[in-house]
């Protein structure tokens, strides 16, 4: 009863509509504490690229810290490429919406039976293939080796799915799944 | 203690009426509430005394020796459904008592005009029997489309949410005996928690007329009700069985009821649904199970002075969401929109694996009612319910096998209400209600939470009339203020607290600041005015004009206030907004009805004319590292919606009765002056039936339904694509084409024991197993609907 009594202080509200409530108070007030913050889980913000070959390193990066919220991913791209050149690259995956950083690049690794990496090169970046596999000797693409032509500009379209259909024909069509992550990067070859 | 004191001022009060002098005589007439055609054999009796009699040939009755003041009458009869009617001595009376037909004994006679009668000038239809027992299998929203004027918003076959007159979600109140449901109806892929077969008596009020049951039913009210029990000594009960080839299972149902002849009695239910994954003409829909679980427990005693009643139930689902449908981005959405087939196709199965949904409903009541002689009858309830809703997602890792939603809604009704009914044709009620919900949005799902915790706060407070102007015309209004607090804590990412603008609008309400997200305290009052007045008036052989004109207010819903987040499910950013106020709705609606024995007719027309309207679309694509995704966002405007109901039957012979249904509504945004989203199409269904008493009861029915292509629809929106590299249309508002279904439906009934107790029914639906996509089914980017599913069942009555 004593609860009860404290709880009417509490919540301070017309007293009809106290009665009519009177079953529910006890509710009310274990709740009055604030909710806790839900930091997002297994959320990739950001795709780190690496690029290297001719003793250079290119990092080609897609930065998303506010996830599906309002604000676009930052696209970051530290260099130009040299032209007829083949780098080796590899992919690495954070979420920094935690502190610190979870590394999701060992997810992927993990389950890499799940996951696939798709690139699509035009213009002056002529191929990509794929350096590793996963379990099943089927290409993941969290390293692989990219070539680039001439000089002029080019860009490169790098999608994760997640459960495509393994193994496939390397088209984003042909693997279905869902995408983890579709960004492409704009870049000067020269 | 307690019964014994209340038992002892029910003997004081039943003593000081016999003390009266009684001369006062009864004389009744018992009349078919449908052709006025004498009831002979009928059994009257006064409740609360021995005193019995039985209706003539004439239909006639009568008692002597009463006394003046109020007196309740049971009336049954062998082929009608048992009836208490309240009189009103005052010397010598005559009452006239129209009893309904026994609804399991309509099978000879096509009775549409069965109308429910929560209110009386308003647009109200009530399901039959036999159209309950045809989908015991399926769920309350399935057996809801068949009376004309509803329609339902589906996510699968699954999940079916009810529309009354192009209106759903929060806008269509479900009175669960007697309780409103409180179960996160906001969601357009969250369907009523209640078991179809929990409740006999299911009628549904288009529109806002039924205020008692609250003001903010703007498309209409869905009243279930158990069918009431007779004071006598008996026990009965029923199990129906159905299977299903279509998702290769099927459910189970039965309930048992112990009455006594003191008006006490004990009634249970349980039922139980499996099926595994549903079929398409052409594919297997994947992960499309379902498990139901329901239990009903009610122990009451009802006298003529006084009842109560204890009532549970509890409803457990576990559906399994088209694994096709769960997507990636925006670029997923537009390959699944322009694919035939669905991208993802298992082999069949009766395990439901991610995305699913798994929601448990409780709901526990307590009434009573005290008769007041002379005054009239006062009603105590109160109720609670618990709604805990879990989704899960396609997650990897170790959160594989958690969910992304985790919701639990508790909510604690008390309400009240005194009817006034001793003066003869004047019914006048008023109540009050009290409320209070907390939701609570557990945070370890890792997942942001879609909609905040809160605490709600409403309270109400109406009067609803009814007024017997003469024979022929019956007057009833009502009105109704409603008062809520919503009062949440929510954390928005600053970004989007910025993107809205709150930062300039709502300061005030920041309580933390996280960096990255902020901590908010939302608190909104609303006041809400709801009124209903019309008229209906009887001419001719059974002819009736009914007129109604309601206006109701409904607050936001937390979904509409409040959402903020990724729907995995439709590959869409859904955005509530702080400042949505409540909608209002005006509504006009007319109904001409014809109710003869060989032919009858309705054409119900209306307008519903509702200002700052809520309403849910798409809007403008944001760009995230998974690439580009349709936002779909919660805005107010002004709306018009326009629509007839229409349907007409005719019994060709005493074997050969046919049915027919139009409904068609229009709905405009008066401020854009483009259409509305998810208006149902227009539709048209015929049915004939064969029927033979003399061979088993045997019933053949065929029944075509026609849905028109819905040619009204907003825009759609274009959006850049990652993988195209190019703005491309995202076709996500055009409607699939009109399509056509047949079904067919045969029963015969046996007598094991008593007459008819036995009866098995085939049904076929989409008989042709024709491939057709319907608009507001939120699935129809990804997959074909159901194709033909043959069903059996079985009914023992005992």
């Known amino acids: 009863m004593k609860t009860i009594a404290k709880s009417f202080k509490k919540v301070s509200f017309n007293s009809v509509f106290a009665m009519a409530v009177i079953g529910s108070i006890a509710v009310s007030c274990s709740d009055d504490d604030d909710p806790v913050a839900v930091d997002e889980e297994e959320v990739i913000t950001t795709m780190t690229v690496t690029l290297t070959g001719s003793g250079n390193t290119i990092t080609l990066q897609s930065q998303d810290l506010d996830g599906d919220g309002p604000n676009a991913p930052t696209i970051t791209v530290s260099d130009d490429l040299l032209a007829n050149t083949t780098y080796s690259g590899s992919i690495e995956l954070l979420n920094e919406t935690e502190t610190p950083a979870e590394d999701i690049t060992a997810e992927v690794a993990e389950e890499d039976d799940e996951h696939q990496f798709f690139f699509a090169p035009s213009g002056a970046i002529t191929s990509v293939d794929y350096s590793d596999q996963d379990g099943d000797g089927n290409p993941l693409g969290l390293s692989f080796s990219l070539v680039t032509g001439d000089a002029g500009n080019g860009s490169i379209l790098i999608t994760l799915r997640h459960e495509p259909k393994k193994p496939n024909d390397g088209s984003l069509a042909d693997a279905g799944g869902e995408t983890d992550i579709a960004q492409s990067f704009n870049v000067v070859v020269q | ?502 930062d300039v609008d709502f300061g005030g309400i920041v309580i933390d600041d996280l960096g990255t997200q902020l901590l908010t305290n939302p608190v909104f009052d609303y006041h809400n005015i709801s009124a209903t007045g019309g008229f209906k008036y009887d001419f001719g052989t059974e002819n009736s004009l009914r007129m109604n004109y309601s206006f109701a207010q409904r607050a936001p819903n937390p979904s509409e206030l409040f959402s903020d987040g990724l729907h995995h499910s439709a590959a869409r950013i859904e955005l509530g907004d702080l400042r949505i106020k409540s909608e209002s709705s005006s509504k006009l609606a007319v109904s001409l009805e014809k109710n003869e024995s060989s032919w009858g007719y309705t054409i119900a027309p209306y307008v519903n004319a509702i200002n700052d309207f809520i309403i849910l679309e798409p809007t403008e694509v944001e760009f995230t590292i998974r690439g580009a995704f349709p936002v779909w966002s919660y805005r107010q405007t002004d709306a018009l919606l326009i629509g007839i109901d229409a349907s007409i039957y005719k019994n060709w012979t005493s074997n050969i009765s046919s049915d027919h249904k139009f409904s068609w509504v229009r709905g405009e945004d008066k401020t854009t002056e483009t259409p509305l989203i998810n208006i149902p199409a227009a539709n048209i269904s015929n049915s004939v039936a064969y029927t033979n008493i003399n061979w088993h009861n045997l019933a053949i029915g065929l029944e075509s339904q026609f849905v028109f292509e819905q040619q009204r629809f907003p825009p759609n929106i274009f959006v850049f694509s990652p993988q195209q590299q190019q703005e491309v249309e995202l076709d996500i508002n055009t409607p699939p084409n009109a399509y056509h279904l047949l079904a067919l439906d045969a029963e015969v009934s046996f007598s094991i024991q008593n007459a008819n107790d036995f009866k098995i029914g085939v049904r076929a639906t989409n008989l042709l197993n024709t491939s057709y996509r319907d608009y507001l089914n939120r699935q129809r980017y990804f997959v074909d609907d159901l194709g033909r599913n043959i069903s059996l069942r079985l009914i023992f009555n005992y």
Not at chain 2, 196 to 207: A, E, F, P, R
Not at chain 2, 305 to 313: A, F, V
Not at chain 2, 467 to 487: E, K, P, T
């Open chain 2, 1 to 502: 203690m307690k019964s014994s004191i209340l038992l002892l001022f029910a003997c004081f009060v039943g003593n000081s009426i016999l003390a009266q002098e009684c001369k006062s005589i009864l004389l009744g007439e018992i009349v078919d509430f449908h052709d006025n055609t004498p009831l002979s054999g009928a059994t009257v009796s006064i409740t609360g005394t021995s005193l019995e009699a039985v209706s003539t040939e004439a239909g006639k009755f009568n008692f002597t020796g009463l006394c003046d003041g109020v007196i309740e009458l049971e009336v049954s009869h062998p082929d009608c459904k048992s009836q208490f009617v309240i009189i009103t001595m005052k010397g010598d009376t005559y009452e006239k008592i129209r009893l309904e037909h026994h609804l399991e004994e309509l099978e000879e006679v096509k009775v549409i005009g069965d109308k429910a009668n929560n209110t009386k000038s308003a647009q109200e239809e009530r399901l039959s029997q036999i159209d309950l027992q045809k989908y015991s299998g399926n769920s309350l929203g399935d057996a809801l489309k068949s009376l004309s004027g509803v329609s339902s918003l589906n996510t699968g076959a699954n999940i079916v949410k009810p529309v009354i007159q192009g209106l759903n979600g929060s806008r269509v109140l479900i009175l669960n005996n007697g309780v409103r449901m409180q179960d996160m109806e906001w969601g357009e892929e969250h369907a009523p928690n209640v078991d179809i077969n929990s409740n006999q008596d299911i009628s549904v009020v288009k529109g806002a007329a039924a205020l008692e049951y609250g003001g903010d039913a703007i498309g209409g009210v869905i009243i279930m009700n158990p069918l009431p029990i007779v004071r006598t000594d008996s026990l009965f009960g029923k199990t129906q069985i159905n299977l299903f080839s279509n998702g290769r299972g099927g459910n189970i149902t039965s309930s048992l009821t112990k009455s006594y002849a003191s008006g006490l009695y004990i009634k249970g239910q349980g039922s139980f649904k499996k099926l595994g994954d549903l079929e398409s003409p052409n594919y297997l829909l994947s992960n499309t199970g379902i498990e139901e679980k329901g239990i009903t427990f009610a122990i009451g005693k009802r006298d003529f002075l006084q009842g109560w009643e204890g009532y549970y139930s509890f409803f457990d689902s576990d559906i399994g969401i088209l694994r096709a449908s769960h997507i990636g981005n925006v670029d997923d959405l537009i390959q699944a929109i322009n694919s035939q087939e669905p991208n993802v196709i298992n082999d069949f199965t009766y395990d439901i694996i991610r995305p699913n949904q798994e929601v448990a409903h409780h709901l526990g009541k307590l009434s009573y009612y005290r008769r007041f002689e002379g005054l009239g009858k006062w009603n105590i309830q109160y109720d609670y319910q618990n709604n805990r809703r879990f989704e899960y997602d396609v997650r990897v890792g170790d959160d594989a096998n958690k969910a992304s939603l985790d919701l639990k809604l508790a909510t604690h009704s008390l309400s009240t209400n005194f009817r006034l009914d001793s003066k003869k044709g004047l019914d006048l009620k008023i109540g009050l209600l009290g409320r209070y919900q907390n939701n609570f949005a557990n945070p370890d799902t890792g997942v942001r939470r879609l909609i905040p915790d809160y605490d709600r706060y409403d309270f109400g407070i109406f009067t609803v009339a009814e007024f017997r102007l003469s024979d022929a015309v019956i007057l009833d209004g009502g009105l109704r203020y409603d008062f809520s607090r919503m009062d949440a804590k929510k954390f928005y990412r600053t970004s989007r607290w910025e993107e809205r603008g709150y």
